[in-house]
């Protein structure tokens, strides 16, 4: 179907889906640029009438931008640091004003404000020097692996079991990185300065060395990409709700407070700040990020139960190294 255009430009809807450019494996910048954001939504909007209001923001924000790898960087970045320090903003709150003690993990731990500011300025260092130009990257990546930008989205459903499988790659992924990480020389050169907080809290979610950030980064980004490489099938917007909730999980995890409504409590193979809390506090066992199977098949796993069952037979004490 030809979508008509006030400037004459051909987007060809191919299967129901409106493709914002001449060329599929190029983006979306071949509307011509009109004078403001808003003038774009409004010139989208009057030709493209079947696009809800979300699809309408994101086709204007690629026509607007005229510069895809430009478009996909900065939405990427902003996301990122939106996510991480929006994130992280609650739990500083109340660890700052002391609330919910009674659900502190590590009660006689609460991190200082000056201590958070200090980890909040690391981070954010580390996001600019060694993120920012990783993400840069990002576009031309997706661009190569042929992941969709065009609108419509796709369905909530299509979106759900692709992020459910990338949670169980890339926990699998995280398992056995980080469990290399604790290997000696590499813990030493590598993992340590993660472990600086003992008892974690939010912002302490990506305060780690650059190679760790990449190490483990990698199977954020990567997961999507195999998948998308194997079945052809992922648009950037699945990875993006991905990341986001990514990082709110290893956020929470590294709160330091248990709930009671706490996910793992409705979902008991989910890990949640129960399980890597106690990772930081006692620097063995629990290496997965958001399931508890991994650790607990190869009998990984540090918690009050996993001791009791290694008590019951020593041979297998010694695993959880
Ligand atoms: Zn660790
Ligand atoms: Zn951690």
Redesign the pocket.
Known sequence: MYVKHSCDKRHWDTGGGLLLSDNPTSLNSTFAPAATYWGQYQEISNYNVNLNVAERLWAAWYAWMQNDVLATGIMSFAMHEIVYFGRSLPWFIIDSLGLFKQYKIQGNKVPSVREQWDCAKWVLLSHVTVELPQIWLFHPMAQFFGLSTSVPFPSVLTMAYQIAIFFVMEDAWHYWFHRALHYGPLYKAIHKI?HQYSA?FGLA?EYASPIEVMILGFGTVSCPIIWCAITGNLHILTMYVWIVLRLAQAIDA?SGYEFPWSLHHFLPFWAGADH?DL??EKFIGNYSSSFRWWDYVLDTEYTPEALKRRRANPSSAKKAQ
Do not use: K, Q, S, Y
Request: charged fraction near 0%; charge should be neutral.
């Open positions: 993660h974690p979610a590294h890597h990772h930081h």
